[in-house]
């Protein structure tokens, strides 16, 4: 990656004329690649078996060692976490209303709308970014069925208490963790919780399999359900018993998967490095706050969220996603606008944001910044100084921007 200049002033900004600091874009989810001959081995042989798909060595090879790593009785592995969502929530039975949060990735609201089920947005914790389980009980009505939490950035959810909560009012619980891959919660691994859990392995995740997804559970009788209707509800060659869909992963996803597995150690090795170097400098800058990881559970770092308190830096988030663009940096502004505020929800439900003032907060206050085998010391170095020159020329770039 080629650069310039180190930026201590202001003229040195690209917003306000300076050289970018980067030749070529920075981004958050620059695929994480392994090992390039062990995975075009793996095709090769693919290609030689002449076998591509359906429930092929190479899936059956990837699901029995995810269940492994995670401790987990079953992983049916899908072409998306999309696909992996809308099949588990069939699986379960969900129907009617089902809480969620707003503050997520829109896929988990449309995996349920896209089945005519109502998400029913909580509000989530801003300590954590996750549900709040203490606003779930009021959001449950005689409608609801089920609740979906989200492990967002990795970090579990309260799972304790979201688990008393669905026993307690009769209602089915699963999560998405599409970001919590390689993570743990009180010792054990990410994919146990509630009835099932979802991971996403796409192209911009940490780890990833092109496209691709799981689902995990230890209910024998969800699994074999969800396997069916990931295959159109077949049961045998020619007996469907179900509903089904087609959510099935490639080969080729799998040998990416099997490959990107062996590497998934120096994958979380160099994220959390990342981490540790972005939170030294970062938390040095008044208004920035990198997110928190627990160090002590397992961990995969995959999302540097860093959330701006205008007030104290005197920009807002948006100026400073502007100034980094310029820069050739694009930190993204996961989950803005918040799910309630995009169609077809905002439409549907034009008051939500009254109940949900932590993520209309959090939606326009938090950044993603690069991380990833694309990123080394250097470049997170000068995106903090980016970042620092901004912020110690807020004035000035506040009377650019308005100009
Ligand atoms: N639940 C949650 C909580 C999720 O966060 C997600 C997905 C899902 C469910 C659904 O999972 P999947 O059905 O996708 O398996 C990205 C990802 O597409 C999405 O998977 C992810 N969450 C979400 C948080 O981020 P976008 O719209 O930001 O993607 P895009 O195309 O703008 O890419 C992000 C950056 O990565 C860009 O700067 C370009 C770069 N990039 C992207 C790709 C695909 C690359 O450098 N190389 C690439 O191959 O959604």
């Given at each position: ?32 690649i392994g090992d390039r001959t062990a995975l075009l081995s793996r095709i090769n042989d693919l290609l030689d078996r002449r076998w591509l798909?359906?429930?092929g060595p190479f899936v059956?090879e990837f699901?029995?060692r ?143 399999t092109f ?40 080969e080729i996803s799998a040998a990416m998967g099997l490959t990107n597995l062996q590497s ?140």
């Amino acid at each position: 990656m080629a650069m310039v200049v180190m930026k201590s002033d202001i003229d040195d900004l690209a917003l306000l004329g300076g050289d970018p600091a980067f030749s070529e874009p920075l981004h958050v989810g620059r695929p994480n690649i392994g090992d390039r001959t062990a995975l075009l081995s793996r095709i090769n042989d693919l290609l030689d078996r002449r076998w591509l798909s359906n429930d092929g060595p190479f899936v059956q090879e990837f699901e029995q060692r995810i269940a492994d790593l995670l401790g987990v009785k079953h992983c049916i592995a899908m072409c998306n976490a999309t696909v992996a969502l809308e099949i588990a929530i069939r699986a379960l039975g969900l129907h009617g209303e089902v809480i969620v949060p707003s503050f997520t990735f829109i896929a988990t609201a449309h995996a349920l709308q896209w089945q005519e089920i109502t998400p029913v947005f909580c509000d989530v914790d801003p300590a954590t970014h996750n549900l709040d389980p203490a606003k779930v009980e009021a959001m449950i009505t005689p409608r609801t069925t089920g609740i979906i939490g989200v492990h967002v950035w990795g970090r579990p959810c309260a799972i304790e208490a979201l688990s008393e909560i669905a026993q307690r009012r009769g209602l089915k619980l699963m999560f998405d963790a599409a970001h919590a891959f390689g993570c743990s919660h009180c010792g054990q691994m990410i994919g146990n919780f509630g009835e099932a859990e979802v991971f996403s392995f796409h192209a911009t995740k940490f780890f990833n399999t092109f496209e691709g997804g799981a689902v995990t559970t230890n209910d024998d009788e969800l699994a074999s359900r969800i396997r069916r209707m990931r295959n159109f509800g077949f049961a045998g060659y020619d007996e469907v018993v179900c509903l089904g869909t087609n959510g099935k992963m490639s080969e080729i996803s799998a040998a990416m998967g099997l490959t990107n597995l062996q590497s998934l150690d120096e994958f979380i090795r160099v994220n959390q490095r990342n981490y540790r170097q972005y939170q030294q400098e970062i938390n040095r800058l008044p208004g920035l706050s990198l997110i928190h990881y627990d160090e002590s559970e397992k961990c995969n770092y995959q999302y540097m969220a860093v959330e701006v308190d205008p007030q104290m830096t005197g920009l807002h988030r948006d100026v400073l996603i502007k100034v980094l663009k310029a820069e050739n940096v694009l930190a993204r502004r996961y989950f803005w606008p918040g799910c309630h505020r995009m169609e077809p929800y905002r439409s549907l439900f034009p008051d939500a944001y009254l109940s949900l003032p932590q993520t209309e907060k959090l939606a326009g206050r938090i950044m993603i910044l690069p991380t990833g085998t694309a990123v080394g010391e250097p470049e997170i170095e000068i995106i903090c100084d980016i970042l620092r020159t901004a912020i110690a020329n807020a004035d000035g770039i506040r009377k650019w921007v308005i100009a």
